[in-house]
């Protein structure tokens, strides 16, 4: 039951991530609280940034979608895909049939840029994701301000307070808030604070191992009226053949693509696997 220390089983008590995502989490807050005091212009500058994109109809239908990421780097793998040219890259996942584009604005590890965000939000007309290490309000307004439809955030990193706060401020905002879990007691908190889009990520962020079997024995426990994506660890079309017959209705892809030499033919070929009906929840 990782996360939680508990003297029983039925009052789980939150402890504050460790190892990559620990850190990752301190130092985005950090930078939350150093442009704390941009929030009323922020504010300002979301009432002219483009309409949201819807994020959850983009994902919903009798077929599994696909969600590109734009990755330049990672803690897991180091550099990835250095000089990426994001809006390319976006507009090349979206002739392939991405059904919404993932941008890391993480910027000491990934590489990513709130700008990145910005100028892929306003090449495409698929909805566009903030992935970062969500948690404050101030960092849901930058990504509405920057043209996002949804942001991240991920259970593991917020305090039991914290969560329904920022679900219920990104919703506020215009944001659909893409709720990632990595455990069945993390579903619970999920669902007690109104999660509308889940994500499983195949990936332990505090230790880096993945493990790809997490997503489809997850899944089938999220109720079929959430939408439920698989996260991480997919390099080939064969790979998303768990998380679909787990009744997944999107998977997040972001290394495979951000490295391939033609990104719109692997997005093409991973939405080809997606095309086939996905297995009902
Ligand atoms: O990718 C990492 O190494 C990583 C490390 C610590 C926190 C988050 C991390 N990645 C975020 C993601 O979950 C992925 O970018 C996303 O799901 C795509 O994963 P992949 O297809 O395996 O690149």
Request: hydrophobic share 45%.
């Amino acid at each position: 039951m990782q996360g939680f220390s508990s003297k029983t089983p039925e009052t789980p008590v939150w402890t504050e991530p460790e190892g990559t995502l620990g850190q990752l989490t301190r130092e985005a807050h950090a930078r939350a609280m150093a442009v704390a005091d941009r929030l009323e212009a922020l504010k300002a500058v979301a009432r002219d940034a483009r309409p949201v994109v819807p994020f959850h109809q983009a994902l919903t239908g009798p077929h599994l979608r696909v969600i590109a990421e734009v990755k330049r780097a990672s803690p897991s793998k180091g550099t990835i895909a250095p000089g990426l040219d994001a809006v390319g890259q976006a507009e090349a996942y979206v002739r392939g049939g991405a059904a919404a584009i993932s941008v890391l604005t993480e910027p000491t590890r990934f590489g990513g840029s709130l700008e990145d965000l910005q100028a892929v939000a306003a090449a495409v007309q698929v909805p566009v994701i903030r992935k970062d290490f969500l948690v404050h309000p101030v960092q849901l307004w930058e990504a509405r301000a920057a043209g996002a439809s949804a942001a991240l955030l991920i259970v593991r990193s917020l305090a039991p307070s914290l969560l329904p706060l920022l679900i219920d401020t990104a919703r506020e905002i215009g944001l659909e808030p893409l709720v990632e879990i990595r455990d069945l007691v993390e579903l619970e908190r999920a669902l007690a604070a109104g999660a509308s889009v889940i994500g499983v990520n195949n990936r332990n962020l505090e230790s880096l191992v993945i493990d790809t079997a997490t997503a489809p024995a997850i899944i089938p426990h999220i109720p079929s009226d959430r939408v439920a994506v698989a996260e991480s660890g997919m390099q080939q079309p064969d790979d998303l053949h768990a998380p679909r017959d787990a009744g997944a209705d999107a998977v997040l892809v972001g290394s495979a693509v951000s490295t391939a030499t033609d990104p719109e033919a692997q997005v093409r070929a991973l939405a080809a696997i997606a095309r086939h009906a996905t297995a009902r929840r």
